[in-house]
């Protein structure tokens, strides 16, 4: 993003708003990790809604996900059989 | 990400696991018999500890992590974890501090100028769907700054550089844990597994 000079439409006041310049960035960049979002040719305040609510999703998705697998992986390492050798591998590492 | 090489994406894979591996050995040093929901969280914390060490403190939501997590007075084993895996002290991180400084400098800069053309302008019927939409915007960027690690504090352009940082640590977090889950249910005999 070292084009940030270039921008001379900003959104005003609150700090919280993210400018036109700065959603169409955005969406080419997360188009390479969610390549489902359908894209506009003009980025405007309609698609950067549905960009920021597909990222936000996916977020609580990963977040989740981590949850998730973090039980799994809490049951299944108390269940494996203490006696088998590659067991003891995945055992001496928790 | 384009600009990222082909392999480091394995290469962080591999920093990642090694450290999820200490702060989970460092966790059973501190606790040799854990229930359930004990391994879940030290599994779950080592995890997120690791993922944001991989960063080496160079982004913002990698530092909110960290401090959040060593400044939790409750889990002293998280702070050593934190301690062992970042190779240094971890203080309370605080939003005064260099990077966001900048940051926010930069936007209220660009948004008083851009407030001055603004006020220029006639008002439109279309000013109001502009504002409403907005609003929209304004709400769930809101939602992503309460996602994304120390989001409270980040501002536009900080916000968005964070969010794709934060969202490909937690696919490597996520491909690896997925992975180690898929091995540990192979070793697990069917009949015992509990699903």
């Given at each position: 993003m070292s084009s940030s000079g270039r921008r001379s439409r900003q959104s005003s006041s609150g700090s919280s708003r993210i400018s036109d310049d700065q959603i169409i960035d955005l969406v080419s960049k997360l188009h390479q990790l969610l390549p489902e979002i359908r894209t506009t040719r003009r980025p405007n305040k309609a698609s950067a809604n549905k960009v920021l609510q597909e990222t936000c999703n996916y977020i609580r998705d990963l977040h989740k996900e981590v949850d998730n697998l973090s039980e799994r992986l809490s049951q299944l390492l108390s269940t494996?059989?203490?006696?088998?050798p590659e067991a003891a591998i995945i055992r001496s590492l928790i | 990400m384009k600009e990222r090489m082909p392999n480091s994406s394995a290469l962080m894979k591999q920093e990642f696991l090694k450290k999820w591996i200490k702060g989970l050995q460092i966790y059973s040093s501190f606790k040799k018999e854990m229930t359930i929901f004990e391994r879940k969280k030290a599994i779950k914390l080592s995890a997120d500890v690791a993922i944001a060490s991989t960063r080496n403190a160079s982004t913002h939501w990698s530092r909110a992590l960290m401090s959040d997590v060593s400044t939790d007075d409750a889990n002293h084993a998280a702070k050593i974890v934190v301690a062992q895996i970042s190779g240094r002290k971890v203080e309370?991180?605080?939003?005064?501090?260099g990077l966001m400084m900048t940051c926010s400098n930069k936007i209220l800069r660009r948004s008083r100028v851009a407030s001055r053309c603004r006020r220029t302008r006639g008002v439109g019927t279309s000013v109001k769907a502009r504002s409403i939409a907005r609003k929209v915007v304004k709400n769930r960027t809101r939602v992503l700054k309460s996602l994304v690690?120390?989001?409270?504090?980040?501002d536009g352009v900080c916000l968005i550089k964070e969010t794709l940082d934060y969202i490909a640590s937690l696919r490597v977090q996520v491909d690896v844990m997925r992975h180690l889950a898929a091995a540990a249910e192979r070793l697990d005999p069917p009949q015992r597994s509990i699903l």
């Amino acid at each position: 993003m070292s084009s940030s000079g270039r921008r001379s439409r900003q959104s005003s006041s609150g700090s919280s708003r993210i400018s036109d310049d700065q959603i169409i960035d955005l969406v080419s960049k997360l188009h390479q990790l969610l390549p489902e979002i359908r894209t506009t040719r003009r980025p405007n305040k309609a698609s950067a809604n549905k960009v920021l609510q597909e990222t936000c999703n996916y977020i609580r998705d990963l977040h989740k996900e981590v949850d998730n697998l973090s039980e799994r992986l809490s049951q299944l390492l108390s269940t494996i059989d203490a006696n088998s050798p590659e067991a003891a591998i995945i055992r001496s590492l928790i | 990400m384009k600009e990222r090489m082909p392999n480091s994406s394995a290469l962080m894979k591999q920093e990642f696991l090694k450290k999820w591996i200490k702060g989970l050995q460092i966790y059973s040093s501190f606790k040799k018999e854990m229930t359930i929901f004990e391994r879940k969280k030290a599994i779950k914390l080592s995890a997120d500890v690791a993922i944001a060490s991989t960063r080496n403190a160079s982004t913002h939501w990698s530092r909110a992590l960290m401090s959040d997590v060593s400044t939790d007075d409750a889990n002293h084993a998280a702070k050593i974890v934190v301690a062992q895996i970042s190779g240094r002290k971890v203080e309370k991180y605080s939003s005064s501090k260099g990077l966001m400084m900048t940051c926010s400098n930069k936007i209220l800069r660009r948004s008083r100028v851009a407030s001055r053309c603004r006020r220029t302008r006639g008002v439109g019927t279309s000013v109001k769907a502009r504002s409403i939409a907005r609003k929209v915007v304004k709400n769930r960027t809101r939602v992503l700054k309460s996602l994304v690690p120390g989001g409270q504090e980040m501002d536009g352009v900080c916000l968005i550089k964070e969010t794709l940082d934060y969202i490909a640590s937690l696919r490597v977090q996520v491909d690896v844990m997925r992975h180690l889950a898929a091995a540990a249910e192979r070793l697990d005999p069917p009949q015992r597994s509990i699903l």
